[in-house]
């Protein structure tokens, strides 16, 4: 295998940077053409967004709209709410509402991909030179452009916690050669825990390894080792003071930059600064001892004051939430769960994942950049671990495997070129396709349509469809808008848009903070219609909202004994202190009223 001699810095290459322009409007023009669905979690961002702007505060990061009482203390960051205000203000300058919207619904994702297009291609670079860079711009295109996280509308955060992560590795790739890596290393690493915990152990990861670096380097990685750590704890210490309340720092929990995630992670920063500040001229051996020194320190503090955080999240949660709202939620079950819905995309992000971590263990021993192998080695082998546990986590394993698949690429390019074979140049074209797990669906699909028996569906096909309006579009809350405002019940999935396209409050939606609202919600819809009336009032609910296309009758009605509240509701008769309101027959909900008394 080809070694690279020198530092080749991608800025310098013009020509790849012309090709980085085009790819990046390739991208561009993949995701216009590709459509978009604008998940709830886009919809709830933007609705924080609209509360900000209309005058919530800065540091109120309460959902004053989720839930009972005082609604929800949500776990997001104002550093995501920040830029995308600010693209919309400026737009909102020049052009009427609607438009302005979407053009901060297309702005705000599509720079994040460019930025993270060109981590890609850095680490590439770094890894691979000029054929390693272009190599990581192909493989990048359709790594961004499948992973849904940069079409239209994705206002959610993890798109800019992959731009991060992405960042954070190419940094780590070019710590020996570019001046204040290290510095800027730590600040990606610290602004992505500030945003969310979602990618803390790939994180935590990269910072060990960074670690790794100093132990194995000495002295001779003293200065960058010492900006790394300072720019964790710095940027940590900015972001928590900038952006995080008082309520919302002393949360107990470990879902955002509480004083369970800081307090640790800035011990570690500060306890790695004074390592290498002082120790950095020692033996390899007394290095390492104060790492695990540093190490055992820091998991000591976190068993002690925070012992959640190193427990599973779900076994924390009331078991009725378990049982009957996370079962539901798709992108937190595991992989025996979601290969039932999606087998041929699961079975090819496994085999795609079980290859690259072949791939990166053939580069170890191959390459010099035994380090940086190493450490791509375990982002993917955690990253499948961690997805086949919970299928969410799907996006950090194919972003973590962009850098070993560019290399796979560049080395077929390698031969091609060195020995002009057609066979070598529709392998490549092959590897290409076949290291999207979206190729798996098609041939999922196509062996379905081939093998599904025919004209067994024709007499549904001829059957006049209804012209039902979709419960997600703008224009099927038409008629709660015109209610009187108050508090909805409403399918969980559906919350986000009530609260988008309404003035109600809601009850429940899907965030787990939202615990009393959850409880309530899911007690009610397993309750008797006939028993419910106290409950309601007690909890301040005016209207039950139920969606004529996914009431999930069934699932209520399978947990509740056969009795389940949507079903009842549908259909009747109905208990006096419900009133159903009157609406087109094509209406997307049917709306029941609570009567006063």
């Not at 990253?383 to 546990?389: K, N, P, T």
Request: glycine share 8%; charged share 15%; proline share 4%.
């Amino acid at each position: 295998m080809q070694r690279l001699q020198g530092s080749y810095s991608i800025l310098a290459d013009r020509f790849v940077c012309r090709l980085f322009v085009a790819a990046f409007l390739v991208l561009i023009a993949l995701i216009m053409l590709g459509g978009y669905v604008e998940g709830p979690d886009d919809t709830m961002r933007w609705v924080t967004v609209t509360d900000l702007q209309e005058g919530q505060g800065w540091f109120d990061s309460y959902q004053h709209r989720l839930g009972p009482g005082d609604g929800t203390l949500m776990h997001w960051s104002r550093l995501v709410d920040a830029p995308i205000s600010a693209i919309h203000w400026l737009s909102s300058v020049v052009l009427p509402p609607k438009t302005a919207l979407g053009v901060t619904a297309f702005v705000w994702p599509i720079l994040l991909a460019g930025l993270t297009l060109w981590a890609f291609a850095v680490t590439g670079g770094g890894l691979g030179g000029r054929e390693g860079a272009i190599s990581a711009l192909v493989i990048g295109v359709f790594a961004l452009k499948n992973s849904g996280n940069y079409d239209q509308y994705s206002f959610d955060h993890h798109g800019l916690q992959i731009m991060l992560f992405a960042s954070a590795l190419s940094f780590f790739v070019l710590r020996k050669d570019r001046a204040h890596a290290g510095w800027w290393m730590g600040v990606c690493l610290a602004v992505s825990v500030s945003i969310g915990t979602e990618s803390l152990v790939q994180i935590a990861l990269i910072g060990i390894f960074f670690a790794l670096d100093w132990i194995l380097s000495g002295s001779g990685s003293r200065r960058r080792t010492l900006e790394f750590s300072a720019a964790i704890f710095v940027t940590l210490v900015l972001t928590t003071l900038a952006t995080t309340s008082r309520d919302s720092f002393l949360y107990p929990g470990c879902d955002a930059l509480t004083i369970s995630v800081a307090m640790p992670t800035g011990l570690a920063a500060l306890g790695l600064f004074g390592a290498a500040f002082l120790a950095s001229g020692w033996s390899v051996w007394a290095r390492a001892g104060c790492f695990l020194v540093v190490g055992a320190i820091v998991l000591g503090l976190a068993h002690t004051y925070a012992p959640y955080c190193l427990e599973n999240p779900i076994d924390q949660m009331p078991a009725a939430m378990r049982a009957f709202w996370l079962s539901q939620i798709t992108e937190a079950q595991n992989v025996t769960v979601v290969i039932q819905r999606h087998t041929g995309e699961v079975i090819a992000l496994i085999g795609i994942a079980v290859f690259t971590i072949l791939a990166a263990s053939v580069f170890l021993c191959a390459s010099d950049k035994k380090v940086e192998y190493l450490l791509l080695l375990l982002l993917v082998a955690v990253g499948l671990i961690l997805f086949l546990y919970q299928s969410r986590m799907r996006i950090f394993l194919s972003m973590s495997m962009v850098a070993v698949q560019a290399q796979v690429l560049r080395v077929m390019f390698q031969k091609y070129k060195a020995n002009g074979s057609s066979l070598m140049g529709v392998l490549m074209i092959v590897f290409v396709a076949l290291v999207s797990p979206k190729t798996g669906a098609s041939i999922e699909k196509r062996y379905t349509a081939l093998t599904a028996p025919k004209g067994g569906n024709a007499a549904s096909e001829t059957q006049e469809p209804r012209r039902i309006t979709s419960c997600n579009a703008e224009n099927s809350f038409e008629p709660l808008r015109n209610l009187a405002p108050g508090m909805v019940v409403v399918g969980f999935d559906y919350a986000p848009d009530v609260l988008r396209h309404t003035d109600h409050s809601v009850l429940a939606g899907n965030y787990h903070r939202n615990e009393s609202g959850l409880l309530a919600q899911i007690d009610l819809f397993r309750s008797d219609a006939s028993e419910i009336g106290p409950r309601l009032a007690e909890l301040g609910v005016d209207y039950i909202a139920i969606c004529k296309f996914n009431p999930r009758s069934e699932y209520w009605s399978s947990v509740s004994d056969g009795k389940g509240l949507p079903a009842e509701l549908i259909a009747g008769p109905l208990p006096e202190f419900l009133e159903e309101i009157e609406g087109d027959e094509d209406a997307a909900f049917h709306i029941f009223r609570v009567r006063n008394g």
